[in-house]
């Protein structure tokens, strides 16, 4: 459910852009004929501006900027955020995340942070066993995995990492998701993908790699019901 709220939202946004000019620093219901709210804030600068507007109604909440702005995750006041289910990145801009990250999302499903130019990930920035669910990095400008990357996110079943300029992956980096169930590491410049044997993985996506015509993949696959040599469309 986390995944397709997400990627509703990330639609709507889409429509929404083109007829909303980012310039008034503001926070508006969107009403949807899918009936999926969503709150929209613009002009927003970083979660410390967000939460002064919170309100304790606000669950799925969305950020629109010009793509060139900066959005700072500082440390702010936790005020609400903690009730805060889906929270849609995708088009609030340049990233800049602080040590502090995401830990007061406390109930935080769903993340969607691609297209952000986010190019280092720290573990750190989210709580132990926090229930995040859904997480898209996707088109940023990552470039290796590391074994303790994901290491407080046991909950995680979809989790997208395509269109980045990962090169090395340790084998590990995804021992910790238990409950991962879908994974895209489509176009990057993998020359190798290894899951290891604690990858519980069922769907992959690693077309547009550098795997070469004997598809270097590694792991335990007789556990994995789908894997697709193309991106996802």
């Known amino acids: 459910m986390n995944v397709i709220v997400s990627l509703v939202i990330t639609f709507l946004i889409s429509q929404t852009t083109s007829e909303t000019n980012p310039t008034k620093k503001e926070c508006n219901f969107i009403k949807s004929k899918s009936r999926l709210d969503f709150v929209l804030c613009t002009k927003l600068m970083s979660l410390s501006e967000l939460s002064e507007l919170m309100q304790p109604n606000w669950v799925d909440v969305a950020i629109l ?6 959005f700072v995750v500082d440390y702010h006041d936790a005020r609400f955020l903690n009730r805060v289910l889906t929270l849609n990145l995708s088009r609030a801009g340049h990233l ?3 040590e502090h990250g995401f830990k007061d999302f406390h109930s935080l499903k769903s993340l969607d942070a691609s297209d952000t ?7 750190d920035w989210f709580i ?10 996707s ?48 176009s990057n410049n993998l020359r190798e ?5 604690s990858s519980s993985v069922k769907t992959l996506f690693i077309g547009n ?6 598809k270097r993949f590694q792991g335990d ?3 994995r019901k789908n894997i697709f040599l193309q991106q996802q469309s």
């Open 193 to 197: 993908i290894n899951l290891g044997h």
């Open 139 to 186: 088109n940023n400008e990552l470039r290796s995995l590391k074994m303790n990357n994901f290491k407080n996110l046991l909950n995680l079943r979809f989790l997208n990492i395509s269109s980045n300029n990962l090169d090395k992956m340790d084998v590990h980096a995804f021992a910790a998701l238990k409950k991962l169930d879908t994974l895209d590491l489509s």
């Open 65 to 70: 900027n010009r793509p060139s702005f900066p």
């Open 221 to 223: 696959a007789t556990s």
């Open 128 to 137: 132990p066993r926090s229930p995040l669910a859904f997480l898209d990095f």
């Open 209 to 214: 790699n550098w795997l070469g015509s004997n």
């Open 117 to 123: 130019k986010l190019s280092t990930l720290n573990p």
């Open 96 to 98: 800049k995340i602080s």
